[in-house]
């Protein structure tokens, strides 16, 4: 067999093995989810779903603007000294993490004054701090799916996602309420992120090679550009139907 078929047949075995940790890792969360939801549901009052949706909802679109054209930036470099930009990437996320906080922040009252929920200000708030750990995550997250190594990743998610359903269900119980649907996601972040740290071997350092930036920032702007023009507009979702 030739070289190039080896290579071939590594590359083609590893993306199995890794669509196989990924689907499986989106199965057992479900399954977590669900369990958790039965449980939580007879516990928490209906409009705690409602306030975190919501603010499940306004986090998506800041972690969307803040590092997922980092990662796949780092995802895709192949050229030569990509390990110098890798590190100004992960750097820059930790960068665009705070940024969104900051943002986040600002806008959390004006959001509550508008849904009429005082309390989603401060939950808004309080899910606003995994940002920074969370961009930090997605980067060691990135050169691990450089190198097709999936497997680790999903096991600690799944992990990460049944510690959450866990305690969420013990905090209703506790009558905590709301938070019980928050605070677990919050304080498991800092675990997430060093499994992530551990489990990929690879350090950033100190350079924050600010030389790189511009580049990322212009193809992650590519990136959320092509995100929003892909996404379907409500007529479109009305005339697939």
């Known amino acids: 067999m030739k070289p190039g078929e080896d290579l071939a047949q590594s590359i083609g075995g590893d993306a199995g093995k890794g669509a196989f940790w990924i689907y499986g890792r989106i199965a057992a969360v479900q399954v977590i989810n669900v369990a958790a939801i039965i449980v939580l549901a007879r516990q928490l009052e209906t409009y705690a779903f409602g306030i975190v949706a919501l603010a499940s909802a306004a986090l998506n679109i800041l972690s969307a603007l803040a590092s ?21 990437g992960f750097w820059l996320n930790i960068v665009f993490g705070v940024l969104a906080v900051t ?19 401060y939950i808004l ?5 995994r940002f920074p750990l969370e961009a930090m995550t997605r980067t ?8 097709l190594q999936f497997r680790n990743i999903e096991i600690r998610d799944t992990t990460i996602q ?3 359903g866990v305690c969420s269900i013990g905090m209703a119980f506790a009558g905590c309420g709301v938070w019980s649907l928050v605070i677990p996601a919050v304080l ?22 600010f030389r790189h ?27 697939s139907r």
Not at 103 to 121: C, H
């Open 140 to 147: 060691f997250d990135a050169i691990s799916h450089k190198k």
């Open 68 to 88: 997922e054209g980092v990662n796949q930036f780092i995802i895709f470099d192949r050229e030569e000294g990509f390990q110098n930009r890798a590190r100004a």
């Open 125 to 129: 708030q309080l899910m606003m701090l």
């Open 188 to 209: 498991l972040s800092p675990v997430q992120s060093l499994i992530a740290a551990m489990g990929t071997g690879w350090r950033p350092g100190w350079d924050m090679g």
């Open 162 to 164: 049944l510690l959450i």
């Open 213 to 239: 930036w511009p580049r990322i920032v212009k193809y992650s702007g590519s990136i959320f550009a092509c995100l929003l023009y892909t996404s379907p507009s409500p007529r479109d979702k009305r005339q």
């Open 103 to 121: 943002i986040g922040f600002l806008v959390a009252r004006p959001i509550a004054i508008f849904f009429d929920e005082p309390e989603l200000q």
